[in-house]
């Protein structure tokens, strides 16, 4: 059995135009006007909906243990909110421990998956180099995991040095590898971290206060000039600062080659949060962290201008109660990280396309066209297209609704967003030609969700 979805306003990258679509069994086979379906064909009437493919979050954490304990959403709860706010594939990031084999943490990933309802990808921290990780980097690129993540920041645990991430890019640009990195300057935040608790200053705020723009700035800088003195790409994730954006457009202007991703929490959310009274402001504990408010205008535009090519969302929930509050009396244990996989998609369609500051075509280009090929799956995934995998969102521009954690299908006791207006949410959702959220209501299987090993990875410009 086979679906004709018909009369949808169907958005690509690049253009918006009515169609229909003919699904049989997993692909897409057909796109045109007035398409006929035969009798075993069931059709959907898109009327007034748009139709886009299906969302692709290339960076979030599920079932991470970090910071003395574990992110509260597994692969299947974190894909179920995943898959109902209209994203059908992620990119997870395998962390392996020092001293350990990567092939044995990709195998601990893989089998912590199986209960995905997503299809999913893997990125591979790297948290170390020597000559065993240098050996096994091929063995990793053969098992699809094309993309690997480097950390200037988290001094003391993972963060590496600036010879470790030359030899990285070296050898993984050998491989058709991309390498990513956490661009903050660890030193300065030790520093400023140190000062702190001796000052005795250990509330939420004190993390923000740590973690100043400088510190992305440098490193931003840094991560770029060892890229091209390896002659490799760059891939800079959860950009969160117009000063950071400042070293990209350098960068672009005498034709480097970095690609660089920001959260709808940059977008969005402003670091006038870490001063709410009684510990709140830990909810919103993350690094990088948020920003002054003036920073978002000039993010929107680094998008709009092509300097930010991916909307992701570092989703890495903790609850507040006792995950949180480990933090009170010490910033430092506090967990990094909040929910959004489950509402990146309706967040940037409300107040981003909604609000002008960006069209319905780049929209869908930042949350799955630009992932797809940047991360080796397209033109399997990131497209409507004969042949293209059946990831499909049907999206009622005038659905309405609020955010709210009691709502919510992250497992996590609090939402970043509480009370965020919503105008625009999907209605239904296929994962590969089946219903994973039809009619407003989830209805997708536990363990649907597919491995994607994916093709060479930096390859779009």
């Keep these: 059995m086979g679906y004709l979805i018909k009369n949808g306003n169907i958005v690509s990258s690049e253009y918006t135009y009515k169609g229909d679509i003919l699904i049989e069994g997993e692909k897409i086979v057909s796109i045109g006007k007035n398409l006929k379906a035969s009798k075993e064909t069931e059709i959907i009437d898109a009327q007034g909906k748009y139709v886009?493919?299906?969302?692709?979050?290339?960076?979030?954490?599920?079932?991470?243990?970090?910071?003395?304990?574990?992110?509260?959403?597994?692969?299947?709860?974190?894909?179920?909110?995943?898959?109902?706010?209209?994203?059908?594939?992620?990119?997870?990031f395998i962390i392996p421990q020092k001293g350990k084999s990567l092939l044995e943490a990709f195998t601990a990933w893989k089998d912590?998956?199986?209960?995905?309802?997503?299809?999913?990808?893997?990125?591979?921290?790297?948290?170390?180099?020597?000559?065993?990780?240098?050996?096994?980097?091929?063995?990793?690129?053969k098992e699809g995991v094309t993309s690997f993540k480097c950390f200037l920041a988290y001094k003391g645990s993972l963060q590496i040095d600036d010879a470790a991430l030359i030899c990285m890019l070296t050898t993984a640009g050998k491989y058709g590898a991309l390498v990513s990195v956490h661009a903050e300057n660890g030193d300065i935040i030790s520093f400023l971290t140190k000062r702190f608790l001796d000052e005795k200053k250990t509330d939420p705020?004190?993390?923000?206060?740590?973690?100043?723009?400088?510190?992305?700035?440098?490193?931003?800088?840094?991560?770029?000039?060892?890229?091209?003195?390896?002659?490799?790409p760059m891939y800079i994730v959860h950009l969160s600062s117009a000063a950071?954006?400042?070293?990209?457009?350098?960068?672009?202007?005498?034709?480097?080659?970095?690609?660089?991703?920001?959260?709808?929490?940059?977008?969005?959310?402003?670091?006038?949060?870490?001063?709410?009274?009684?510990?709140?402001?830990?909810?919103?504990?993350?690094?990088?962290?948020?920003?002054?408010?003036?920073?978002?205008?000039?993010?929107?535009d680094g998008i709009n201008k092509?300097?930010?090519q991916i909307v992701a969302t570092d989703h890495c929930p903790f609850n507040f109660k006792d995950q949180k509050e480990m933090g009170r009396g010490d910033f430092?244990?506090?967990?990094?990280?909040?929910?959004?996989?489950?509402?990146?998609?309706?967040?940037?369609?409300?107040?981003?396309?909604?609000?002008?500051?960006?069209?319905?075509?780049?929209?869908?280009?930042?949350i799955s066209t630009t992932p797809a090929k940047i991360f080796g799956l397209y033109p399997?995934?990131?497209?409507?297209?004969?042949?293209?995998?059946?990831?499909?969102?049907?999206?009622?521009p005038k659905l309405k609704g609020v955010i709210s954690a009691k709502k919510q299908m992250h497992n996590?006791?609090?939402?970043?967003?509480?009370?965020?207006?919503?105008?625009?949410?999907?209605?239904?959702?296929?994962?590969?030609?089946?219903?994973?959220?039809?009619?407003?209501?989830?209805?997708?299987?536990?363990?649907?969700?597919?491995?994607?090993?994916?093709?060479?990875?930096?390859?779009?410009?």
């Design 52 to 92: 886009f493919p299906g969302g692709i979050d290339a960076h979030t954490h599920f079932e991470l243990p970090f910071m003395g304990t574990v992110s509260s959403d597994d692969f299947l709860t974190g894909t179920k909110a995943a898959v109902f706010g209209g994203t059908t594939t992620i990119i997870d």
């Design 380 to 396: 399997q995934k990131g497209c409507i297209m004969p042949g293209s995998d059946a990831d499909i969102v049907i999206f009622d």
């Design 112 to 141: 912590k998956a199986k209960k995905a309802v997503a299809d999913y990808g893997f990125h591979m921290a790297i948290v170390e180099y020597n000559d065993k990780i240098d050996k096994e980097i091929p063995k990793i690129v």
């Design 332 to 366: 430092t244990k506090i967990p990094n990280g909040i929910a959004g996989v489950g509402d990146r998609i309706n967040l940037l369609y409300t107040y981003g396309v909604s609000k002008g500051k960006i069209s319905i075509n780049k929209f869908v280009d930042v």
């Design 306 to 308: 092509g300097y930010i």
């Design 205 to 232: 705020v004190f993390h923000y206060r740590a973690h100043p723009e400088i510190a992305e700035e440098e490193a931003v800088h840094r991560a770029i000039s060892l890229a091209n003195f390896a002659k490799q």
């Design 412 to 461: 996590v006791d609090y939402s970043a967003y509480e009370g965020f207006k919503l105008k625009g949410m999907p209605t239904d959702v296929l994962l590969r030609g089946k219903f994973a959220v039809r009619n407003g209501k989830y209805v997708g299987e536990q363990g649907l969700g597919k491995y994607l090993p994916r093709g060479p990875s930096g390859k779009k410009f």
């Design 244 to 300: 950071g954006l400042q070293k990209i457009k350098e960068a672009h202007a005498k034709g480097a080659k970095v690609y660089a991703e920001t959260c709808p929490q940059y977008l969005l959310l402003s670091s006038d949060l870490y001063s709410k009274p009684k510990f709140e402001g830990a909810k919103w504990v993350m690094s990088p962290p948020l920003r002054p408010k003036d920073n978002q205008d000039v993010l929107w």
